[in-house]
């Protein structure tokens, strides 16, 4: 195979760097790729070595970049491709299941998923048409030479996002006057604080990656501490994203350069697209999740500025609008507006019981909140609190990473999340008690949290087990102590309903000592109640321990200090 790495296909024009095109399939990896695809048609095909499909299909996917090059060139068509045994993230980023899995992309959006025949004579029909369809000429060619573009008027001012690519040092007479226009990514720091030296070059470098894209500033809390406040600042560094008084979205993810920049990124990109009911199956096949806003006419034109503005909170998520009568008849909507969900041809409705109802800002954001996430999503760094932090019973798969047996796996989990659904709606929507979300995890990259939390070694996957955050515990077999199946969805179906009676007996995720303050905390009532039963009683109990641990924890540290202040030591070095 031809395969030619993108930095070897930069020049530089005046510092700018322009893509040179390439008659090879282009090897693209999480390191380039977002910088690659966001210009020009990407032709995209996700494989893995060890695949039998993929290998046959290798060597017509070059035969197509190669005899085509010259078309594609005059177009911004570009072929590539990405391991994904290598790029594991980037993959489960664009949510590929199975190998090989080619996906187009235009401008740096994801546009379609290909699904047709994989031959040569295939493969060019589909990219020519795309690329005929994608392609838009260069400014300069669509100019009239006889125009004189030139004019005497003064330019209205403008005020431009980072125009400089720096970060902007933020305090209480700036503060508004500057966060009023534009979207602003801030550090809230105090400079002694360890975690916030580490990450200020990295902020420096993020203000000039964001350069007329989003604002960059900071704000010292030691200085400014009534804007920290404000904010309610918890700690150091807290990073927040503000888009309005009402849009404020505090980061919780990566420290890395390019998590901080693809999440600044994302933001400024989110928006409400209007469709028709002739996009439903495209989208269907490139978004997961998504969400559409029905209205009509006579809607109150303020409630679409509502679904905007959240759509700005929610920007991992796409949001589409709609007048068109079809859409709303294909989608079985009998009154408007309405605000729907689909995520892998499951249907939910946000529960309006009339038009004010859309008026209640929080209500909505909670019911997106809520259900953001696509049918199976995959449990990370940035969404595991999302997912195990509220009150909702979690049924988790977790997989190797990129085997044969967690694509298997994972369909088996989305099949089962489907029958869950749909037993759901078919009982009008009641979850007859505690909700329950779907997810898996990359057991191979995760291997100490799940032996930490849930006794799990490479050798136990794929499997699946049943977290109840509220209690602190997992379940991993069923009523009768049989082990959850993936692969038995009557089984694992029974099991959810039985945690949800409390029928299922669980293990702690808890450590030792952190089963110890819990034990502690929960016999704190009774406790309460015994000192004020016996006051003279508890008074003797707590003197004798105050006065052992006086002896055998205090009196040894005090001699330890005064021993070391005159010079003695009795530390080894190991």
Request: with cysteine; hydrophobic share 35%; proline share 3%.
């Amino acid at each position: 195979m031809f395969h030619k790495n993108i930095f070897d296909n930069y020049y530089e024009i005046s510092n700018q760097k322009v893509y040179k095109f390439s008659f090879e399939v282009i090897e693209l990896s999480a390191k380039d790729f977002k910088e690659a695809i966001k210009e020009g048609t990407w032709f995209v095909k996700f494989f893995a070595p060890w695949c039998p499909h993929c290998q046959s299909i290798a060597p017509i996917w070059t035969r197509v970049a190669v005899e085509n090059g010259n078309y594609f060139k005059s177009k911004n068509f570009y072929v590539a491709e990405v391991d994904c045994t290598l790029n594991g993230d980037l993959c489960d980023a664009n949510n590929i299941e199975r190998y090989p899995t080619m996906l187009l992309f235009n401008e740096g959006v994801k546009v379609d998923l290909y699904s047709s025949k994989r031959d040569f004579d295939s493969f060019t029909t589909y990219a020519k048409s795309k690329a005929d369809q994608y392609y838009t000429p260069a400014i300069e060619d669509l100019k009239d030479p006889s125009i004189n573009t030139n004019s005497d008027h003064d330019n209205e001012t403008l005020v431009q996002t980072n125009p400089l690519g720096t970060v902007v040092l933020l305090n209480a007479s700036n503060f508004d006057l500057l966060t009023k226009t534009g979207i602003w990514f801030i550090k809230f720091f105090a400079p002694w604080c360890t975690h916030c030296q580490r990450l200020a070059p990295t902020w420096e470098e993020l203000g000039h990656e964001l350069q007329y894209k989003v604002n960059v500033g900071k704000v010292d809390c030691t200085v400014d501490s009534g804007l920290c406040q404000r904010f309610n600042v918890q700690g150091y560094p807290t990073l927040k994203l503000l888009q309005s008084p009402d849009d404020i979205i505090e980061y919780k993810g990566s420290r890395q350069l390019s998590s901080l920049r693809d999440f600044a990124e994302k933001a400024a990109d989110a928006r409400v697209l209007d469709i028709s009911v002739t996009d439903l199956d495209r989208i269907k096949k490139t978004d997961d999740v998504f969400f559409i806003y029905l209205y009509d006419d006579n809607t109150p034109f303020n409630i679409l500025e509502t679904i905007k503005g959240l759509s700005r909170s929610f920007f991992s998520v796409k949001f589409y609008s709609s007048k068109d009568p079809n859409l709303t008849a294909q989608l079985k909507i009998v009154k408007l507006p309405a605000l729907v969900v689909l995520k892998d041809e499951l249907q939910k409705n946000y529960p309006s019981t009339s038009v004010e109802s859309f008026l209640n800002r929080d209500a909505l954001k909670n019911w997106i909140q809520s259900e953001k996430y696509s049918l199976v999503p995959a449990m990370d760094s940035e969404n595991y609190e999302d997912i195990l932090g509220g009150d909702r019973l979690v049924v988790l798969g977790v997989f190797r990473s990129f085997e044969g047996t967690q694509i298997k796996a994972k369909k088996s989990l989305k099949d089962i999340a489907k029958l869950y659904y749909q037993q759901i709606k078919e009982r009008s929507g009641s979850e007859d008690g505690r909700s329950v979300i779907f997810a898996w995890l990359d057991g191979t990259r995760w291997s100490d949290y799940i032996h930490r939390v849930y006794g799990l070694s490479k050798k136990d996957l794929p499997t699946v087990l049943i977290a109840d955050p509220v209690s602190n515990k997992y379940f991993d077999t069923t009523r009768s102590g049989q082990k959850l199946n993936l692969m038995d969805q009557e089984q694992l179906l029974e099991s959810i309903h039985d945690a949800k009676k409390g029928y299922l007996v669980g293990k702690s995720t808890m450590g030792f000592v952190e089963r110890i303050f819990m034990d502690m905390f929960s016999y704190g009532e009774h406790l309460q109640k015994t000192v004020i039963k016996h006051p003279f009683v508890s008074l003797i109990v707590f003197s004798l321990v105050v006065g052992v641990v006086y002896r055998y924890c205090i009196v040894p540290q005090i001699r330890d200090v005064r021993d070391y202040e005159m010079g003695y030591s009795n530390s080894k070095v190991e």
